[in-house]
């Protein structure tokens, strides 16, 4: 027996969110972007799920380098580029393609002159984080130009895709397509909120994340109607149940009260293992197939749910989120986003890997335990 927490990562899920995501943006390549170790998936089996990916996008040089290990052949492109010339010989000789977005990794570069597969440089439109200013952007042209073997990609970010018409979004598109205007070289804006709220920035190149999981960045919004579906299902069991009375509290500080005699639920979860610690009472957990609120403060371990007068077996199954419980859902109740959540997972939760046809999509097909 082992303890119950557990990731169950659906790679037949991951897959089918690919290719759903490169139908909606019809035309435009896709980076897989797939940093922090997979957005909390598992870098190297996320990694091999996606090989339909015409690119995997990682934030840094020791990510890359740990998918090429792991024998994947796909371009890879490092989103914050080089942190140093100490880099560069690894990076060239992965093949990678990099950002270029300062002039001190420009500098870096030029010192050591090599012919990049592809060098894409960011354009700071107004996100005002990463990138060279508008302008700047017509003498770094021609300087990446000279380092790069085809034609320099052109990157911008946008502050804020996740909100549908906002005035910001249109003043970067306007500010990026105006620069770029004559200047060869493949174009990418969109990340998963461009990709689902603005069509027109498709482009060559999108580069989703989020939505790659069957994960919504747009608050509110959900993708299934869109046909994505949840990749990480994080799930337990229930490890013990209390009989209490109407009145008593219930775990630390007792800021949870019972309102009438019932059962409380123990499940084998919490922030030491990922779950929110700032998830309020009310919170939904699914047990058994029905929602039931938390009660009380998480502890490090464990959390408690109201069962009400309906207790259930030790051993019950517990989803903290997933297939029948959003992500996006228990993201909202702890004052958070769901990228936190996913990321967060613990090591020390078990990742196991399951196959699910769609036909059979109650049933887990093969289990495998997911290397990290």
């Given at each position: 027996?082992?303890?119950?927490?557990?990731?169950?990562?659906?790679?037949?899920?991951?897959?089918?969110?690919?290719?759903?995501?490169?139908?909606?943006?019809?035309?435009?390549?896709?980076?897989?972007?797939?940093?922090?170790?997979?957005?909390?998936?598992?870098?190297?089996?996320?990694?091999?799920?996606?090989?339909?990916?015409?690119?995997?996008?990682?934030?840094?040089?020791?990510?890359?380098?740990?998918?090429?290990?792991?024998?994947?052949?796909?371009?890879?492109?490092?989103?914050?580029?080089?942190?140093?010339?100490?880099?560069?010989?690894?990076?060239?000789?992965?093949?990678?393609?990099?950002?270029?977005?300062?002039?001190?990794?420009?500098?870096?570069?030029?010192?050591?002159?090599?012919?990049?597969?592809?060098?894409?440089?960011?354009?700071?439109?107004?996100?005002?984080?990463?990138g060279f200013s508008l302008h700047e952007f017509p003498d770094i042209h021609g300087r990446v130009a000279r380092l790069s073997a085809t034609d320099p990609g052109l990157m911008t970010h946008l502050a804020s895709a996740d909100e549908p018409g906002h005035?910001?979004?249109?003043?970067?598109?306007?500010?990026?397509?105006?620069?770029?205007?004559?200047?060869?070289?493949?174009?990418?804006?969109?990340?998963?909120?461009?990709?689902?709220?603005?069509?027109?920035?498709?482009?060559?190149?999108?580069?989703?994340?989020?939505?790659?999981?069957?994960?919504?960045?747009?608050?509110?919004?959900?993708?299934?109607?869109?046909?994505?579906?949840?990749?990480?299902?994080?799930?337990?069991?229930?490890?013990?149940?209390?009989?209490?009375?109407?009145?008593?509290?219930?775990?630390?500080?007792?800021?949870?009260?019972?309102?009438?005699?019932?059962?409380?639920?123990?499940?084998?979860?919490?922030?030491?293992?990922?779950?929110?610690?700032?998830?309020?009472?009310?919170?939904?957990?699914?047990?058994?197939?029905?929602?039931?609120?938390?009660?009380?403060?998480?502890?490090?371990?464990?959390?408690?749910?109201?069962?009400?007068?309906?207790?259930?077996?030790?051993?019950?199954?517990?989803?903290?989120?997933?297939?029948?419980?959003?992500?996006?859902?228990?993201?909202?109740?702890?004052?958070?986003?769901?990228?936190?959540?996913?990321?967060?997972?613990?090591?020390?939760?078990?990742?196991?890997?399951?196959?699910?046809?769609?036909?059979?999509?109650?049933?887990?097909?093969?289990?495998?335990?997911?290397?990290?």
């Open positions: 027996m082992s303890r119950p927490a557990v990731a169950r990562i659906d790679f037949a899920a991951l897959r089918d969110n690919l290719r759903t995501i490169r139908q909606r943006v019809s035309g435009a390549r896709l980076w897989a972007v797939i940093k922090a170790n997979g957005y909390g998936h598992g870098l190297i089996p996320v990694a091999h799920a996606l090989r339909e990916a015409d690119g995997l996008a990682v934030s840094c040089l020791e990510e890359a380098l740990l998918l090429r290990e792991a024998g994947i052949r796909q371009p890879i492109l490092l989103l914050e580029g080089l942190f140093g010339p100490d880099e560069i010989q690894a990076a060239w000789e992965a093949g990678l393609e990099l950002v270029v977005h300062a002039e001190a990794a420009l500098t870096v570069l030029e010192a050591t002159p090599r012919r990049w597969p592809r060098l894409w440089i960011k354009i700071d439109t107004g996100m005002h984080r990463l005035p910001g979004v249109e003043a970067q598109l306007a500010a990026f397509w105006r620069v770029t205007q004559g200047r060869p070289g493949p174009r990418s804006l969109a990340n998963s909120a461009a990709i689902l709220q603005y069509p027109q920035c498709h482009a060559d190149w999108v580069r989703p994340g989020l939505l790659l999981f069957g994960v919504s960045p747009v608050p509110g919004r959900l993708v299934e109607a869109m046909g994505l579906k949840p990749v990480m299902t994080f799930a337990t069991e229930i490890m013990a149940i209390k009989r209490v009375h109407q009145g008593d509290r219930v775990g630390y500080g007792g800021v949870f009260q019972a309102e009438a005699d019932g059962w409380i639920g123990i499940a084998a979860a919490g922030y030491g293992d990922g779950y929110p610690y700032h998830a309020p009472s009310g919170t939904p957990v699914t047990v058994a197939g029905r929602i039931v609120p938390l009660a009380g403060r998480v502890s490090m371990d464990m959390i408690a749910v109201d069962l009400g007068s309906h207790p259930v077996a030790i051993g019950s199954p517990v989803t903290l989120w997933g297939r029948d419980l959003p992500v996006e859902t228990v993201a909202r109740h702890a004052g958070t986003i769901p990228y936190e959540l996913l990321c967060g997972v613990a090591q020390r939760v078990r990742h196991e890997r399951v196959d699910v046809p769609e036909e059979q999509t109650d049933h887990v097909q093969t289990v495998d335990r997911v290397s990290l």
